[in-house]
């Protein structure tokens, strides 16, 4: 997906309205798609993107000219991802300690992939994306989902770039493993 | 050419990339969401020109004040020892960024209308295609059809406005094309109508 014309960015943070409104409308359906896959619930998802973006608006003073864009907002958007799911992790603990099964607690809202592999195959990529360590997803989305390149990445996590390649082909490790053993099982 | 992306991967990643269409809703919810943090936060003139309608306020409380600020700067830059002469503007300015002057109130300015309950910005989004014009009433606006009308989002998206109500318990409903109220769908139904037709309840917690 290309950028945002950069002269956008620097409209609105001159405090043009409009040109805030091309940002959001530009980008929230792709940083929905983020935060879908990072989170796992739609909720949670819109959450973390309207929080983001109000953030954004808040912190446009501490954009650079020169600077891109796209890595600045998702880094705002990975940081409330993150946020977020600390609290629903501190949440989810709660209902586990209450003995209250946790499958139906979390199944409130499944995501809706639209089905170009089938259902199937799309749902049991969301289970064992979930069953990652969310370091090792966030990178494994911004590098494989979003293409982004490992430079803005790590402007986007603060993590180096070794550090970020290790996190990428670990989930995809974990990926292709536990991918092939649901294939086998399904006898595909 | 990646090595990491093997078919397995590729597959993932396609299942994963699937862009949601574009919401004019959500949109305009994130729209009305800005707006409301920006009217929440008092800029750094607000808060002088509220310091500075208060009674208490005078050129030489204000020159005090700044005086004392510089002193307290220049005693945390170490110009100046642990003299006693200093220990009032110190305390005088506690809370207080050292070396800056007191624009963010803290102990030593009163407090801008303490004894008031200050209101909150709301956003509301009412979806109505066929409306012309849509108007909030309720009870933090005196149910007046001309203090809150309803901007719209694009030709046919869905309204929107940001209302100050104070914490608290509130009524209200939209009035569609000046004629027909009707309650947010979006929100409970008040069951205490006091003024004949439909509506809404809103919830309103303190910041």
């Known amino acids: 997906m290309t950028e945002i014309d950069p002269s956008v960015p620097l409209r609105a943070q001159r405090g043009d309205e409009q040109a805030f409104l091309e940002i959001v409308e530009f980008y929230y359906p792709r940083c929905l798609r983020f935060a879908r896959n990072m989170m796992g619930n739609e909720q949670d998802a819109e959450e973390a993107v309207q929080d983001a973006f109000v953030r954004v608006h808040d912190s446009f003073h501490r954009f650079r000219e020169d600077a891109r864009f796209d890595p600045w907002l998702f880094r705002i958007l990975a940081n409330r991802c993150r946020t977020l799911l600390g609290r629903a992790k501190r949440h989810r603990e709660l209902i586990e300690y209450g003995e209250v099964q946790l499958a139906i607690a979390s199944a409130a809202s499944p995501i809706e992939i639209e089905e170009e592999f089938g259902a199937d195959w799309a749902e049991e990529v969301r289970l064992v994306l979930e069953t990652l360590p969310p370091e090792q997803r966030e990178a494994f989305l911004l590098r494989h989902v979003e ?24 989930a995809c490790d974990t990926l292709r493993i536990r991918l092939t053993e649901v294939e086998k099982r399904n006898g595909s | 050419m990646d090595l990491e992306r093997d078919e397995t991967i590729e597959r993932v990643a396609q299942a994963l990339a699937v862009v949601p269409p574009r919401d004019a809703q959500a949109v305009s919810r994130v729209m009305a969401a800005v707006r409301a943090h920006k009217a929440q936060r008092p800029s750094r003139l607000t808060l002088v020109m509220e310091w500075m309608r208060q009674p208490a306020f005078s050129v030489a409380s204000a020159g005090a004040l700044a005086a ?8 945390s830059r170490g110009a100046f020892g642990n003299a006693g002469s200093d220990q009032s503007a110190r305390s005088t300015l506690e809370g207080q960024p050292t070396g800056e002057f007191p624009i963010v109130t803290g102990g030593v300015l009163p407090a801008s209308n303490s004894h008031e ?9 009412f979806d109505a295609r066929n409306a012309k014009s849509v108007v909030v009433v309720g009870d933090f606006n005196g149910w007046d059809d001309t203090k809150t009308p309803m901007v719209r989002y694009g030709t046919d998206g869905p309204w929107t406005a940001t209302v100050l109500a104070k914490p608290g318990r509130h009524v209200y409903a939209f009035l569609v094309d000046g004629t027909t109220l009707v309650a947010d769908p ?22």
């Open chain 2, 186 to 207: 979006r929100a409970p139904r008040a069951k205490d109508l006091d003024f004949g037709g439909d509506a809404s309840v809103l919830m309103v917690t303190p910041p």
């Open chain 1, 147 to 170: 293409d982004l390149s490992y430079e803005d990445i790590a402007v986007i996590t603060g993590a180096g770039l070794s550090a970020l390649r290790m996190r990428v082909k670990r």
């Open chain 2, 117 to 125: 309950v200050r209101a909150v910005p709301v956003p509301l989004v």
């Open chain 2, 68 to 75: 004392a600020a510089l002193v307290l700067g220049f005693f």
